[in-house]
């Protein structure tokens, strides 16, 4: 694991006020990650802050949303050669202490994505009650259709291996990736583990689903869900290897 090439990716849109103080709490306390921002078409100072802090920056033309932006990460970092890719959002409430727990995981239970729970162990994390409602809902039909308990399908913190980045490159949801990219692991036969993590408060603004919206961010998830089960998933390298295999025997 010491030796392995590992990206830190932080996707941003309109984050000048935190990415620099992001960018230097992961240098500071994960030196070993190369910093990657994807500057998702923002109108503020988020890539001029980003490239102050010696971060490499991919500036997207326009704004794609989160989906877009961490598959054009991935990509990214699959093309350069990186082992490892953990994803860090912008606000500051991953803390890169934590990266470490999941480092850790994804080589032990030989996953190919490890995700930063905020619902596992004993959690500070707040959230309002329709959220955690929301939360709790994909996590019992995210749980049913992979056949494994998943506590926190919305959370943005997580690494994943050259095998789920393989399958990025090749598909990432663009709705709502958090919660899809779990059903779409799942699908293709790739294994998923949760560590508990700490999550701070944001530095600066407000997530963009409030209480109002909870429900009905729910509903929509649950929609895009139903839609990936019945798509056809992407055969990775290795799959077609052994099929190849198979075949001439």
Request: aromatic share 8%.
């Amino acid at each position: 694991m010491a030796e392995q090439k590992i990206a830190i990716i932080i996707p941003a849109f309109n984050e000048e006020a935190s990415v620099g103080e992001v960018i230097e709490r992961v240098r500071c306390r994960f030196p070993r990650g190369d910093v990657v921002v994807i500057n998702d078409g923002s109108t503020d100072l988020t890539s001029e802050k980003a490239r102050a802090n010696q971060a490499t920056v991919l500036d997207l033309p326009f704004n794609l949303g989160i989906g877009g932006a961490m598959q054009t990460g991935y990509r990214y970092a699959y093309e350069k050669g990186y082992d490892i890719a953990i994803q860090v959002d912008a606000d500051g409430q991953h803390d890169p202490k934590e990266i470490p727990k999941l480092l850790e995981a994804l080589e032990s239970r030989q996953a190919d994505m490890v995700v930063g729970s905020r619902f596992m162990g004993e959690s500070k994390y707040k959230a309002s009650v329709m959220r955690r409602l929301g939360i709790s809902v994909l996590s019992g039909v995210i749980s049913l259709i992979n056949h494994q308990r998943i506590t926190d399908p919305t959370s943005g913190f997580r690494a994943a291996n050259r095998r789920a980045m393989e399958l990025f490159v090749a598909d990432y949801p663009q709705d709502y990736p958090e919660p899809e990219v779990l059903v779409l692991l799942g699908r293709c036969g790739l294994k998923i583990e949760e560590v508990g993590v700490e999550i701070n408060p944001r530095f600066c603004g407000e997530s963009s689903i409030t209480r109002v919206r909870s429900a009905y961010y729910m509903i929509k998830v649950l929609l895009a869900i139903f839609v990936d089960i019945f798509k056809r998933t992407p055969i990775l390298r290795e799959e077609a290897s052994s099929c190849s295999s198979r075949s001439k025997s």
